[in-house]
């Protein structure tokens, strides 16, 4: 198996190549060109840890990893950073059942794949003799930066440098990152929002003269979004540990299909749920829910995607976008691998901001459907959720909740993709009690529920601040540079 462009015009390459390089050279995405077989039956899974599981997994989709390799990957990542042994507990609501992916370092689901992800990209480096240093370089609306540098931290061989924009961050997500001691990461707030900050990093990093920069120094870049495959692999072993858990209870039965709902944004969690089903998890249907930045909505309902409308900050950040990224490898194989046809949509959606899906494509979405929530209705459904079942919700879930349907047959398992404690602001609003900032935020969200703040952020207001620096677009390149030069 090796992995080929969604645009066609790239070489093929193997799954260290593709990690490393995170796009593909002719600005596609790297996706499988077969579907691996997985070395375990479905009756098996209620029996195998999360990392048996994640072993399994990796395997099959880095055939050129040794089971070493791997194995070494999965210690390293799903050990005693996790807050609980079972790295993703599912808690049951009737037919809904939470896949609570929140309980890494920084409390969102991000971390399954960013603790991975610095072994991957150095392991690749070894199983391709790059002697380099690698430098990974991002533009974060909070979690991904935060998951990202948590992963990367004290990592040989690595550098990784952060760029939030001053606006859009939560107070939490700011203070994870500004404390953030790791001796090799580089945090910078930017002045501007999101979209400043990840089209100053792409203008980088289309950059000749920093090109060139990176030569002289010996410097690799690689990716920490999304858009690299070694992003998504392990992201594909939780809706199979998920399934298990639902068999280990007798909520299903072995091969009964269930259904998947996930709070999306760039698409990378909900093309992970697709990835499960294509090798083996039996999925009825997909639910896509979005925020009121609702392009995805409005693509599965018509066939129409269109960027040309106005960027919303909403109270679920982390899902403010337009441009989702992973769509693209879902529509390839909805395509029928028709890797002209996305080269055409995405270079329309480049110019003209918007393209239309064909009648073939639309028919390879059938089992996807979408939905939006609006801000007041995330609002509505923290509280409700918290009323009715006792069960405390982050607005990024609470996107997906107000999207549930039960239609009595299923059983839905829901992406659950951060911890309340990650966004208290936004929760204490929800349960209309008074809005606390910083760490009297936390405390009182814990007197309130009477839950308990979780260990990895309990002493974080007290961590001192060790990133100062605020910066311009127009500093970036000589920011960045001072850095990475050794
Ligand atoms: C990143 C993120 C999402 C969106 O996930 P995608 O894979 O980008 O679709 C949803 N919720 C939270 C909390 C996130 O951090």
Do not use: C
Not at 197 to 219: H, N, P, R, S, Y
Not at 309 to 327: C, E, G, H, Q, Y
Request: no cysteine; hydrophobic share 40%.
């Amino acid at each position: 198996m090796n992995y080929v462009s969604t645009r066609g015009k790239a070489p093929a390459v193997s799954a260290a190549e593709a990690i490393l390089q995170g796009l593909a050279t002719d600005g596609g995405l790297y996706v499988p060109d077969q579907w691996p077989t997985l070395d375990f039956d479905l009756d098996q899974l209620a029996q195998l840890s999360y990392q048996e599981l994640a072993v399994k997994v990796l395997s099959a989709f880095l055939p050129d990893f040794t089971l070493a390799e791997v194995q070494e990957v999965v210690d390293a990542s799903y050990g005693s950073q996790w807050d609980t042994e079972t790295i993703v507990p599912v808690h049951d609501d009737g037919n809904l059942h939470y896949l609570e992916l929140f309980h890494g370092p920084t409390l969102a689901f991000k971390d399954i794949a960013l603790q991975a992800l610095p072994h991957l990209v150095t392991t690749a480096a070894r199983k391709m003799g790059l002697n380099k240093e690698i430098a990974i370089l991002t533009a974060t609306s909070g979690d991904t930066g935060t998951a990202a540098m948590s992963g990367f931290a004290d990592v040989a061989g690595t550098k990784i440098a952060v760029l939030y924009p001053q606006v859009g961050v939560s107070d939490i997500q700011r203070q994870q990152m500004v404390s953030e001691p790791g001796k090799n990461t580089y945090v910078y707030g930017l002045e501007g929002n999101f979209d400043d900050a990840q089209q100053a990093v792409k203008g980088l990093l289309g950059d000749e003269k920093f090109g060139a920069f990176l030569k002289e120094q010996d410097v690799q870049i690689s990716s920490a979004n999304s858009i690299n495959i070694g992003r998504l692999i392990p992201q594909i072993v939780y809706y199979f540990y998920g399934y298990g858990q639902l068999l280990k209870k007798g909520q299903i039965k072995v091969g009964e299909p269930i259904d998947v709902l996930v709070p999306t944004g760039n698409f990378g969690n909900m093309l992970a749920a697709f990835y499960a089903s294509q090798v083996g998890l039996p999925v009825h249907h997909f639910t896509v829910a979005s925020n009121e930045n609702h392009v995805l909505t409005e693509l599965f309902e018509t066939g129409v995607y269109n960027r040309n409308r106005d960027f919303k900050v909403t109270n679920a950040p982390a899902m403010d976008i337009l441009v989702s990224s992973n769509l693209e490898r879902l529509l390839y194989f909805a395509s029928g691998q028709d890797s002209q046809l996305i080269a055409k949509d995405m270079q329309a959606l480049q110019e003209k901001g918007v393209y239309q899906l064909s009648d073939k494509t639309r028919q390879g979405l059938a089992k996807f459907s979408a939905g939006w929530t609006s801000q007041k209705q995330v609002e509505e459904t923290i509280a409700e959720t918290y009323t009715k079942s006792a069960y405390l919700l982050d607005p990024h879930t609470a996107v997906a909740v107000h999207q549930y349907q039960d239609d009595g047959e299923h059983q839905t398992l829901l992406a659950t993709t951060a911890s309340p404690y990650k966004f208290p602001q936004t929760v204490l609003e929800a349960l209309g009690e008074e809005v606390v900032a910083g760490a009297g935020g936390l405390t009182a969200l814990a007197a309130i529920t009477k839950t308990s703040i979780p260990q990895q952020v309990k002493t974080l207001f007290e961590q001192p601040i060790r990133h100062r620096d605020i910066i311009r677009a127009d500093q970036i390149q000589s920011t960045i540079e001072n850095a990475l030069k050794h």
